[in-house]
């Protein structure tokens, strides 16, 4: 059974910083995009961030702010989050959309 956990959410102050890391299990990530999405209630799931080897992608929204990268040997995923704001709270998702595998999400929250 496919799986990606992702990890590292939490509460930050505006301004501060978070590292979440996504791991896969029975799946191998080498071939394939990794994407980051998050959602707040009430909303659509959005684009965050996407990695095929050199081929990046940020959503305008956090361009400048976050990083994405992997680990193909730890079959695993990343995203930096840098100068957070409060309008970055929601849950955060790893995976592959192209083949509707997700993580069950971790909570980022930003506030004072």
């Known amino acids: 059974q496919v799986q990606f956990a992702e990890f590292g959410g939490g509460l930050v102050q505006p301004g501060g910083s978070l590292s979440l890391s996504c791991v896969a299990s029975?799946?191998?990530?080498?071939?394939?995009?990794m994407s980051w999405y998050r959602q707040t209630p009430g909303k659509e799931r959005e684009f965050v961030a996407s990695?095929?080897?050199?081929?990046?992608n940020y959503a305008d929204s956090v361009k400048g702010r976050f990083t994405i990268s992997r680990d193909d040997d730890k079959n695993a995923a990343y995203l930096l989050m840098n100068n957070l704001k409060p309008a970055d709270t929601a849950v955060y998702y790893c995976?592959?959309?192209?083949?509707?595998?997700w993580g069950q999400g971790t909570l980022v929250t930003v506030s004072s």
């Open positions: 990695i095929l080897g050199e081929e990046i």
């Open positions: 995976g592959v959309r192209t083949l509707g595998h």
């Open positions: 029975n799946f191998t990530i080498t071939k394939y995009r």
